[in-house]
């Protein structure tokens, strides 16, 4: 319930009760930067109202070309947070004090940064900013967020990144236990360590590379949507899901103890051995080597899956040291294998073996599909099947657009089905 709404109040103070999120946001500030970037000069603000920096109902609105961006230079400043409309330029708002933005309403959901604007607006502040909020969205527009300083996440349950823009976090951010979802679809650069985070979902078909050491404690991570996900450093998550035509780039070490679910997306290597000693859950997906070599722990399938060896000089390797469960009627395809490349299952038996087929041009019947052949543990191209071109992934990926309201409650529920998904498969 609403007791009083007015979205520009500038001299008027209005307060608004929300009870779905037990908030009170209302009042807006506007910043003009006539004269200085001096937050505390009254003719720095529209009507020289300036804010008490002390209420969580204080929303900062940027409307102008930039004159001067505000520094924060008072202690413990309190606010609702940052609002660049579209006639805004391109800001630089600077600090070096710690303080803490709490988000306001717009159309329904809680921001603590909301740009409606194609320009990348660039928050610095040698103290740290804390964020608040059960679900704290952050939109982008069609410009973007840039963090250059410390950023503290660890009072928000759920923070969600939204919009075409992007997002670049090149100061320390601390995620310990938070659920962190990327939902834009521009791209997204964290240049800094990213651990221990309770959730990561990458869902609006962005572009996210982390560059340095991530960590996802619990859940795990889900990227899906046809986003694209690089993981340059070490990668520990307790369980990796990649769907709907999403693509996952691994070149450092990966730890995975709960498993890697690979649906209707793109697992590729960039160098060897990064993965390991963990199971692979073929359910759909492509397992591209791009010519690596890879020792996992566990196969096994449950839809019409492909590994491809990528470029392939005919000496690389995957190889399993076990075989988990097989669904009867589906299929394995091994793609750009080529004489010299070795690929092992431990124990996979020839019954699952007859679910593994090559695709290639391996004798006098040309190129086409033929049947694997098992020789102890090693899988290679055997009797000619049929000359049908491969499926080169066993699914058809649809883009999803959520609703803005399933920005922060949709990646979370489809990532808790996946993985329960994953154990209803496991244990059938």
């Not at 009867?328 to 019954?351: C, K, P």
């Amino acid at each position: 319930m609403e007791f009083c709404y007015l979205r520009r109040c500038r001299q008027i103070v209005c307060t608004v009760l929300l009870i779905a999120s037990g908030n009170v946001f209302a009042q807006d500030f506007d910043w003009d930067g006539s004269q200085s970037t001096d937050i505390t000069n009254d003719a720095n603000w529209v009507g020289n109202n300036k804010p008490t920096f002390s209420s969580q109902t204080e929303v900062w609105n940027f409307d102008t070309a930039v004159s001067n961006s505000p520094s924060i230079n008072q202690p413990n400043l309190v606010l609702g947070g940052f609002h660049f409309r579209s006639n805004s330029g391109a800001y630089s708002i600077t600090g070096n004090q710690v303080y803490n933005v709490f988000g306001f309403d717009e159309n329904g959901t809680t921001y603590a940064v909301f740009n409606d604007n194609a320009n990348i607006q660039t928050i610095s502040n040698s103290g740290n900013i804390n964020f608040h909020g059960t679900d704290l969205s952050f939109e982008t527009g069609d410009g973007g967020i840039h963090f250059t300083g410390s950023t503290d996440y660890t009072n928000t349950t759920r923070t969600i990144f939204t919009g075409n823009g992007n997002m670049e976090f090149s100061g320390t951010i601390n995620v310990n236990s938070v659920r962190f979802q990327f939902s834009n679809s521009g791209q997204n650069d964290v240049r800094v360590a990213f651990n221990s985070a309770e959730e990561l979902v990458i869902d609006g078909g962005s572009t996210t590379t982390f560059f340095q050491n991530t960590s996802v404690n619990n859940s795990g991570t889900l990227v899906t949507n046809f986003s694209v996900a690089r993981f340059n450093s070490t990668f520990n998550s307790n369980e990796l899901v990649i769907d709907n035509g999403a693509e996952v780039y691994i070149s450092g070490n990966a730890t995975h103890n709960g498993g890697i679910d690979l649906l209707c997306g793109t697992l590729l290597l960039e160098r060897s051995n990064p993965i390991g000693n963990h199971n692979l859950n073929a359910m759909g997906g492509v397992f591209n080597l791009q010519g690596f070599n890879e020792n996992l722990n566990s196969l096994s399938l449950s839809e019409n899956s492909t590994i491809d060896f990528g470029s392939s000089s005919g000496n690389n390797s995957l190889s399993f040291q076990g075989a988990g469960t097989f669904t009867t009627g589906t299929m394995l395809t091994v793609l750009n294998w080529e004489n010299g490349d070795s690929f092992q299952v431990l124990n996979i038996g020839s019954t699952n073996a007859q679910q593994v087929r090559f695709y290639g041009d391996f004798g006098a019947d040309g190129l086409g599909f033929y049947q694997a052949n098992l020789n102890g543990n090693t899988l290679s191209p055997g009797n000619f099947l049929y000359a049908t071109a491969p499926d080169h992934i066993n699914c058809v990926p649809t883009q999803v657009v959520p609703e803005p309201s399933t920005y922060i409650f949709g990646g979370v529920l489809l990532i808790g089905s996946l993985f329960e998904f994953r154990r209803r498969r496991r244990s059938a």
